[in-house]
Protein backbone atom coordinates (compact mmCIF):
# COMPACT_ATOMS: atom_id res chain seq x y z
CA UNK A 1 0.00 0.00 0.00
CA UNK A 2 1.20 3.38 -1.12
CA UNK A 3 0.72 7.00 0.79
CA UNK A 4 1.83 10.42 -0.32
CA UNK A 5 4.51 12.25 1.35
CA UNK A 6 6.41 15.88 0.44
CA UNK A 7 10.33 14.26 -0.85
CA UNK A 8 12.90 16.27 -0.83
CA UNK A 9 15.84 15.08 -3.13
CA UNK A 10 19.47 15.97 -3.05
CA UNK A 11 19.88 17.56 -7.52
CA UNK A 12 23.71 19.29 -6.84
CA UNK A 13 25.86 20.66 -4.18
CA UNK A 14 23.17 24.01 -4.18
CA UNK A 15 20.35 22.59 -5.45
CA UNK A 16 17.46 20.26 -4.08
CA UNK A 17 14.56 19.06 -5.66
CA UNK A 18 10.84 19.11 -3.82
CA UNK A 19 7.83 16.96 -4.95
CA UNK A 20 5.13 14.80 -3.30
CA UNK A 21 5.64 11.07 -4.11
CA UNK A 22 3.85 8.32 -3.98
CA UNK A 23 5.91 6.15 -0.73
CA UNK A 24 5.70 2.11 0.96
CA UNK A 25 5.72 1.32 4.60
CA UNK A 26 9.04 -0.34 4.08
CA UNK A 27 10.32 2.97 3.15
CA UNK A 28 9.85 4.24 6.37
CA UNK A 29 12.73 4.58 8.75
CA UNK A 30 12.93 2.31 12.16
CA UNK A 31 10.94 3.37 14.93
CA UNK A 32 8.59 1.91 17.90
CA UNK A 33 4.86 3.52 16.57
CA UNK A 34 4.01 4.03 12.80
CA UNK A 35 1.16 7.08 13.24
CA UNK A 36 -1.34 7.16 9.89
CA UNK A 37 -0.60 11.38 10.31
CA UNK A 38 -4.22 13.37 9.70
CA UNK A 39 -3.03 17.00 10.03
CA UNK A 40 0.58 18.64 10.03
CA UNK A 41 1.58 22.24 9.72
CA UNK A 42 4.35 24.48 8.36
CA UNK A 43 7.06 26.46 10.77
CA UNK A 44 10.17 27.99 9.96
CA UNK A 45 12.08 25.19 10.60
CA UNK A 46 10.02 23.50 8.12
CA UNK A 47 10.96 26.33 5.37
CA UNK A 48 14.59 25.97 6.03
CA UNK A 49 14.59 21.95 5.19
CA UNK A 50 12.68 22.68 1.99
CA UNK A 51 16.14 24.72 0.54
CA UNK A 52 19.54 23.33 -0.23
CA UNK A 53 22.30 23.61 2.68
CA UNK A 54 20.14 24.25 5.18
CA UNK A 55 22.33 22.68 7.88
CA UNK A 56 19.55 20.83 9.09
CA UNK A 57 18.80 17.81 7.14
CA UNK A 58 22.04 14.90 7.27
CA UNK A 59 21.19 12.79 4.32
CA UNK A 60 18.56 12.61 1.74
CA UNK A 61 15.84 12.01 0.06
CA UNK A 62 14.00 13.27 2.93
CA UNK A 63 10.62 13.77 4.17
CA UNK A 64 10.31 17.20 6.19
CA UNK A 65 7.73 18.03 8.78
CA UNK A 66 8.68 19.03 12.40
CA UNK A 67 5.29 18.49 13.60
CA UNK A 68 2.09 15.65 13.46
CA UNK A 69 -0.84 14.79 14.48
CA UNK A 70 -2.84 11.51 13.68
CA UNK A 71 -3.97 7.94 14.87
CA UNK A 72 -1.25 5.11 15.62
CA UNK A 73 -1.33 2.28 12.84
CA UNK A 74 1.26 -0.07 14.81
CA UNK A 75 2.98 0.02 17.67
CA UNK A 76 5.91 -2.42 19.61
CA UNK A 77 5.73 -0.10 22.92
CA UNK A 78 3.16 -0.64 24.94
CA UNK A 79 2.34 2.97 26.14
CA UNK A 80 0.31 3.14 22.45
CA UNK A 81 -2.01 0.52 20.79
CA UNK A 82 -3.87 1.11 17.56
CA UNK A 83 -6.39 3.69 17.42
CA UNK A 84 -4.50 5.86 20.08
CA UNK A 85 -4.26 9.48 18.98
CA UNK A 86 -1.20 10.93 19.47
CA UNK A 87 0.71 14.82 18.77
CA UNK A 88 4.70 15.04 17.94
CA UNK A 89 6.90 18.26 18.03
CA UNK A 90 10.44 18.55 18.27
CA UNK A 91 13.34 15.74 18.62
CA UNK A 92 15.00 17.00 15.85
CA UNK A 93 11.95 15.14 13.96
CA UNK A 94 11.70 16.82 10.18
CA UNK A 95 15.46 17.56 10.13
CA UNK A 96 17.21 14.22 10.79
CA UNK A 97 14.60 11.83 10.90
CA UNK A 98 11.78 11.39 8.52
CA UNK A 99 8.85 13.66 9.63
CA UNK A 100 4.91 14.66 9.17
CA UNK A 101 4.90 16.16 5.59
CA UNK A 102 3.71 13.05 4.92
CA UNK A 103 0.09 10.78 5.25
CA UNK A 104 2.64 7.99 7.26
CA UNK A 105 5.17 8.34 10.06
CA UNK A 106 7.30 5.82 11.83
CA UNK A 107 8.82 7.26 15.24
CA UNK A 108 10.06 6.68 18.53
CA UNK A 109 7.43 6.06 21.27
CA UNK A 110 9.50 8.87 23.60
CA UNK A 111 8.91 11.17 20.84
CA UNK A 112 5.33 11.24 21.08
CA UNK A 113 2.59 12.71 23.73
CA UNK A 114 -1.04 11.79 24.01
CA UNK A 115 -3.45 14.54 23.04
CA UNK A 116 -5.02 15.80 25.33
CA UNK A 117 -8.98 15.23 26.10
CA UNK A 118 -10.92 18.26 24.31
CA UNK A 119 -8.41 18.44 21.30
CA UNK A 120 -8.66 17.56 18.18
CA UNK A 121 -5.36 16.81 15.59
CA UNK A 122 -6.71 19.60 13.78
CA UNK A 123 -6.34 21.61 16.89
CA UNK A 124 -3.07 20.09 17.31
CA UNK A 125 -1.55 21.31 14.59
CA UNK A 126 -2.90 25.00 14.75
CA UNK A 127 -1.10 24.95 17.84
CA UNK A 128 1.75 22.53 17.16
CA UNK A 129 5.45 23.46 18.04
CA UNK A 130 4.75 27.43 17.93
CA UNK A 131 2.11 27.00 20.19
CA UNK A 132 3.71 24.90 22.36
CA UNK A 133 6.81 26.92 22.98
CA UNK A 134 4.33 29.45 23.27
CA UNK A 135 2.78 27.50 26.15
CA UNK A 136 6.23 26.47 27.68
CA UNK A 137 7.27 30.40 27.49
CA UNK A 138 3.77 31.18 29.79
CA UNK A 139 4.54 28.48 32.19
CA UNK A 140 7.79 29.26 32.66
CA UNK A 141 6.99 33.11 33.63
CA UNK A 142 4.82 32.21 35.67
CA UNK A 143 6.58 29.81 37.68
CA UNK A 144 9.41 33.03 37.63
CA UNK A 145 6.08 34.85 39.61
CA UNK A 146 4.17 36.71 36.76
CA UNK A 147 0.87 37.40 37.56
CA UNK A 148 -1.88 39.40 35.87
CA UNK A 149 -2.07 42.18 38.26
CA UNK A 150 1.84 43.02 38.09
CA UNK A 151 1.58 45.31 34.76
CA UNK A 152 2.04 45.02 31.04
CA UNK A 153 3.27 41.85 29.19
CA UNK A 154 5.23 42.33 26.26
CA UNK A 155 5.17 39.77 23.26
CA UNK A 156 7.53 40.23 20.40
CA UNK A 157 7.14 39.24 16.87
CA UNK A 158 3.08 38.97 18.20
CA UNK A 159 1.34 38.53 14.11
CA UNK A 160 4.00 35.13 13.79
CA UNK A 161 2.84 31.80 14.98
CA UNK A 162 4.65 31.85 18.43
CA UNK A 163 4.03 35.18 18.97
CA UNK A 164 0.14 35.01 17.98
CA UNK A 165 -0.68 32.05 20.51
CA UNK A 166 1.39 33.20 23.11
CA UNK A 167 -0.65 36.53 22.90
CA UNK A 168 -3.94 34.59 22.54
CA UNK A 169 -3.09 32.57 26.14
CA UNK A 170 -1.57 35.44 28.33
CA UNK A 171 -4.84 37.48 26.93
CA UNK A 172 -6.86 34.81 27.93
CA UNK A 173 -5.28 34.49 31.41
CA UNK A 174 -6.18 37.89 32.21
CA UNK A 175 -2.86 39.68 31.33
CA UNK A 176 -2.68 43.04 29.84
CA UNK A 177 -0.71 41.87 26.79
CA UNK A 178 1.46 44.74 24.67
CA UNK A 179 2.13 43.35 21.30
CA UNK A 180 4.93 44.23 18.90
CA UNK A 181 4.74 44.03 14.83
CA UNK A 182 6.01 45.26 12.22
CA UNK A 183 2.98 44.94 10.20
CA UNK A 184 0.74 47.43 10.87
CA UNK A 185 -1.96 45.65 8.73
CA UNK A 186 -2.05 43.35 11.63
CA UNK A 187 -3.15 45.22 14.40
CA UNK A 188 -6.82 44.52 13.89
CA UNK A 189 -6.18 40.82 14.59
CA UNK A 190 -3.49 41.01 17.53
CA UNK A 191 -5.98 43.06 19.54
CA UNK A 192 -9.09 39.68 18.48
CA UNK A 193 -6.25 37.27 19.77
CA UNK A 194 -6.38 39.35 22.93
CA UNK A 195 -3.80 42.24 22.65
CA UNK A 196 -4.42 45.58 24.95
CA UNK A 197 -2.15 47.81 23.01
CA UNK A 198 0.00 47.73 19.81
CA UNK A 199 3.95 48.74 19.81
CA UNK A 200 5.67 49.31 16.53
CA UNK A 201 8.71 47.39 16.00
CA UNK A 202 10.46 51.06 15.08
CA UNK A 203 10.64 51.48 19.23
CA UNK A 204 12.10 48.32 19.57
CA UNK A 205 14.63 47.30 16.90
CA UNK A 206 17.82 49.06 17.83
CA UNK A 207 19.97 49.33 20.73
CA UNK A 208 20.43 52.89 23.36
CA UNK A 209 23.14 53.15 24.87
CA UNK A 210 21.91 53.59 28.63
CA UNK A 211 21.86 49.96 29.89
CA UNK A 212 18.78 51.13 31.78
CA UNK A 213 15.23 52.36 30.98
CA UNK A 214 12.02 53.06 32.42
CA UNK A 215 10.76 50.13 33.90
CA UNK A 216 8.17 49.11 31.92
CA UNK A 217 7.26 45.84 31.55
CA UNK A 218 5.89 42.83 33.82
CA UNK A 219 6.81 40.56 32.08
CA UNK A 220 7.79 39.60 27.77
CA UNK A 221 7.59 36.38 25.28
CA UNK A 222 10.43 37.28 23.03
CA UNK A 223 10.69 35.91 19.91
CA UNK A 224 12.58 38.03 18.14
CA UNK A 225 16.31 37.86 19.67
CA UNK A 226 19.03 40.21 18.52
CA UNK A 227 19.04 43.82 19.49
CA UNK A 228 15.40 43.93 20.12
CA UNK A 229 15.82 41.73 23.59
CA UNK A 230 18.77 43.90 24.51
CA UNK A 231 16.49 46.61 24.47
CA UNK A 232 13.52 45.30 26.04
CA UNK A 233 15.88 43.77 28.53
CA UNK A 234 16.44 47.27 30.07
CA UNK A 235 12.71 48.39 30.12
CA UNK A 236 12.19 45.08 32.42
CA UNK A 237 10.63 45.84 35.93
CA UNK A 238 12.72 45.01 38.83
CA UNK A 239 12.96 41.21 39.28
CA UNK A 240 10.96 40.38 36.37
CA UNK A 241 11.31 37.70 33.48
CA UNK A 242 11.65 37.51 29.80
CA UNK A 243 11.33 33.79 28.06
CA UNK A 244 13.27 33.72 24.95
CA UNK A 245 11.64 31.56 22.55
CA UNK A 246 13.24 33.06 19.21
CA UNK A 247 15.90 34.89 17.11
CA UNK A 248 13.93 35.92 14.08
CA UNK A 249 15.94 39.60 14.67
CA UNK A 250 19.49 37.39 14.73
CA UNK A 251 21.17 35.56 17.59
CA UNK A 252 23.93 38.00 18.67
CA UNK A 253 22.54 39.76 21.60
CA UNK A 254 24.36 42.94 22.16
CA UNK A 255 23.19 43.37 25.36
CA UNK A 256 24.57 44.84 29.11
CA UNK A 257 24.05 42.72 32.59
CA UNK A 258 23.51 45.90 34.27
CA UNK A 259 19.65 44.64 34.09
CA UNK A 260 20.58 41.23 35.83
CA UNK A 261 22.47 42.98 38.45
CA UNK A 262 20.88 45.99 39.28
CA UNK A 263 17.18 45.13 38.52
CA UNK A 264 17.42 41.36 38.97
CA UNK A 265 16.01 40.74 35.78
CA UNK A 266 16.20 36.81 34.60
CA UNK A 267 16.18 35.77 30.58
CA UNK A 268 14.43 32.33 30.87
CA UNK A 269 16.04 30.27 27.90
CA UNK A 270 12.42 28.56 26.24
CA UNK A 271 13.84 24.93 24.10
CA UNK A 272 11.08 23.07 22.42
CA UNK A 273 12.61 20.30 20.83
CA UNK A 274 14.58 18.59 23.40
CA UNK A 275 11.84 18.91 26.12
CA UNK A 276 11.15 15.68 28.62
CA UNK A 277 8.03 14.05 28.30
CA UNK A 278 6.75 15.30 31.70
CA UNK A 279 7.18 19.01 30.46
CA UNK A 280 5.21 18.24 27.50
CA UNK A 281 2.88 16.86 28.99
CA UNK A 282 2.00 19.59 31.41
CA UNK A 283 2.36 22.37 28.22
CA UNK A 284 0.08 20.18 26.41
CA UNK A 285 -2.91 19.62 29.18
CA UNK A 286 -2.55 23.74 29.52
CA UNK A 287 -3.17 24.19 25.80
CA UNK A 288 -5.73 22.13 26.31
CA UNK A 289 -7.60 24.12 29.21
CA UNK A 290 -5.80 27.66 28.49
CA UNK A 291 -6.00 28.26 24.99
CA UNK A 292 -9.19 29.43 23.19
CA UNK A 293 -9.32 27.17 20.40
CA UNK A 294 -12.17 29.72 19.53
CA UNK A 295 -9.57 32.54 18.47
CA UNK A 296 -6.94 29.55 17.47
CA UNK A 297 -9.58 28.47 15.03
CA UNK A 298 -9.57 31.77 13.29
CA UNK A 299 -5.94 32.12 12.73
CA UNK A 300 -6.40 28.88 10.62
CA UNK A 301 -5.37 29.02 7.07
CA UNK A 302 -5.81 25.12 5.51
CA UNK A 303 -3.39 23.69 2.59
CA UNK A 304 -2.63 20.47 1.38
CA UNK A 305 0.97 18.85 0.96
CA UNK A 306 1.21 20.09 -2.58
CA UNK A 307 1.18 23.81 -1.06
CA UNK A 308 3.95 22.92 0.98
CA UNK A 309 7.27 23.67 -1.17
CA UNK A 310 5.19 27.46 -1.91
CA UNK A 311 4.23 28.03 2.28
CA UNK A 312 8.16 26.76 2.96
CA UNK A 313 9.17 29.93 0.68
CA UNK A 314 6.39 32.06 2.45
CA UNK A 315 7.55 30.93 5.67
CA UNK A 316 11.30 32.02 5.52
CA UNK A 317 9.95 35.00 3.53
CA UNK A 318 7.40 36.45 7.00
CA UNK A 319 4.26 36.14 4.63
CA UNK A 320 2.98 33.18 6.84
CA UNK A 321 0.27 34.83 9.43
CA UNK A 322 -0.76 33.04 11.84
CA UNK A 323 -1.36 29.36 11.55
CA UNK A 324 -0.80 26.79 8.60
CA UNK A 325 -2.58 23.96 8.89
CA UNK A 326 -1.90 20.72 6.28
CA UNK A 327 -4.39 18.19 5.56
CA UNK A 328 -2.30 15.55 4.37
CA UNK A 329 -5.05 13.45 3.30
CA UNK A 330 -6.46 16.56 0.98
Not at 201 to 213: C, F, G, I, N, Y
Not at 243 to 269: E, H, T, W
Request: aromatic residues 6%.
Amino acid sequence: MTFKAVVVERTGDESVDVSVQDLTEDQLPEGDVTVAVQYTTVNYKDGLCLRPKNGLVRQYPHVPGVDFAGTVEASSDSRYKPGDQVVLTGWRVGEIHWGGFSQMARVNADWLVPLPDGLSTKQAMAVGTAGMAAMLAVIALEDHGLKPDQGDVLVTGAAGGVGSIATTILGHLGYEVAAVTGRPETADYLKSLGAKRIVERSELDHVTKRPLEFETWAGCVDAVGGEMLARILGQMKYGASVAAVGLAGGAKLPASVIPFLLRGVNLLGIDSVMQPFDARVRAWQRIATDLPMNKVETTIRLATLADVPQLGEDILDGQVKGRVVVDVNA
